[in-house]
């Protein structure tokens, strides 16, 4: 398939969307959900401050794109990107943007997030400091340095942990100055569906990735495997939401989770019997709304339990 059959496939244009897909906006859910999850839970618990959540909200953000730019320089660099390449922004490879100017695009991106992250030190403490570095490090890590995180079968739980349980934790430290273990216990299921959004992603990749020589965990288990992991980490997160449910960790009201079950039956559902990457995309596509569906009505039900 040619350069331009490719564009026309993945309904690719160019312009402002070119930079907009450098960004992957799909997946900066990936980076909203958390910080507005953490953020309402302590709303939820009389404590909000607008300054701190919007500056970790673009923190957070900024960060997830840089890495999102050092993935798609990195990739580059080792060639493991091409114009045939799906699921990537495609801004090197198809766009003709200098490699690097994506690089110092991401490294802006660094450097804006660093200055937010000041100003929230500066508003609660300053070991948020040396966690928000060692994140931005291993963003990083994630396609950089001489091992990339994103090579081996790792990913999803660097991904999961940092992006889910950190940031959910940070978000709501940075409002309320103390950390609960039902913080931790609440970030969870976010956890496991963003390691899901990367499952889902390296399951497409599949073929692929294993021809440059990586060792993801879609490698490892096979596709067929992998998918049965990926409907196993679903179920994982919905029995954990039962379970805060009923012992009280989550209120009554966050029963409207469940509503998203068929969004996640809907990613295994349009994996099943796809081989070609561009054929997996709507799957992949439904992993990341079924990830800001939950979120989004999580955090929208510890703020309306906060009124009944």
């Known amino acids: 398939?040619?350069?331009?059959?490719?564009?026309?496939?993945?309904?690719?244009?160019?312009?402002?969307?070119?930079?907009?897909?450098?960004?992957?906006?799909?997946?900066?859910?990936?980076?909203?959900?958390?910080?507005?999850?953490?953020?309402?839970?302590?709303?939820?618990?009389?404590?909000?401050?607008?300054?701190?959540?919007?500056?970790?909200?673009?923190?957070?953000?900024?960060?997830?794109?840089?890495?999102?730019?050092?993935?798609?320089?990195?990739?580059f660099k080792r060639g493991l990107d091409n114009e045939h390449?799906?699921?990537?922004?495609?801004t090197i490879v198809r766009d003709g943007?200098?490699?690097?100017?994506?690089?110092?695009?991401?490294?802006?991106?660094?450097l804006i997030a660093i200055l937010l992250g000041v100003y929230i030190c500066m508003a609660s403490s300053w070991w948020i400091a040396v966690i928000g570095s060692a994140s931005m490090l291993i963003g990083y890590l994630y396609t950089g340095g001489p091992i990339p995180i994103a090579y081996t079968p790792f990913g999803e739980l660097f991904s999961g942990f940092l992006m889910g349980t950190v940031i959910i934790c940070i978000?709501?430290?940075?409002?309320?100055?103390?950390?609960?273990?039902?913080?931790?216990?609440?970030?969870?299921?976010?956890?496991?569906?963003?390691?899901?959004?990367?499952?889902?992603?390296?399951?497409?990749?599949?073929?692929?990735?294993k021809e440059n020589g990586r060792r993801t965990l879609a490698?490892?288990?096979?596709?067929?495997?992998?998918?049965l992991f990926l409907a196993f980490l679903f179920m994982l997160a919905y029995g954990l939401t039962a379970v805060y449910i009923?012992?009280?960790?989550?209120?009554?009201?966050?029963?409207?989770?469940?509503?998203?079950?068929p969004k996640a039956y809907e990613v295994i559902k349009k994996f099943k019997g796809k081989t070609k990457p561009i054929e997996m995309m709507p799957a992949m596509a439904a992993t990341g709304k079924t990830n800001t569906m939950y979120g989004f009505l999580l955090g929208l039900s510890l703020l309306i339990s906060t009124f009944i």
């Open 85 to 90: 390449s799906v699921g990537i922004g495609g």
């Open 171 to 209: 978000s709501y430290f940075v409002q309320t100055l103390v950390l609960t273990t039902n913080v931790i216990y609440i970030s969870i299921p976010i956890a496991i569906f963003i390691a899901s959004i990367l499952l889902s992603n390296n399951i497409r990749d599949l073929d692929g990735d």
């Open 1 to 75: 398939m040619s350069d331009a059959h490719i564009k026309t496939a993945l309904n690719e244009k160019d312009g402002f969307q070119i930079w907009w897909r450098l960004l992957r906006p799909h997946t900066l859910t990936a980076s909203f959900i958390p910080v507005f999850v953490g953020t309402m839970l302590a709303t939820s618990e009389g404590t909000f401050h607008l300054g701190i959540f919007l500056a970790m909200l673009m923190a957070s953000m900024l960060i997830q794109a840089a890495t999102n730019m050092f993935n798609e320089y990195y990739d």
């Open 97 to 110: 943007i200098k490699p690097k100017t994506v690089l110092n695009l991401a490294i802006l991106f660094f």
């Open 246 to 261: 009923i012992v009280g960790i989550l209120p009554l009201v966050s029963i409207v989770l469940f509503l998203t079950i």
């Open 219 to 227: 490698i490892l288990l096979g596709r067929k495997k992998a998918i």
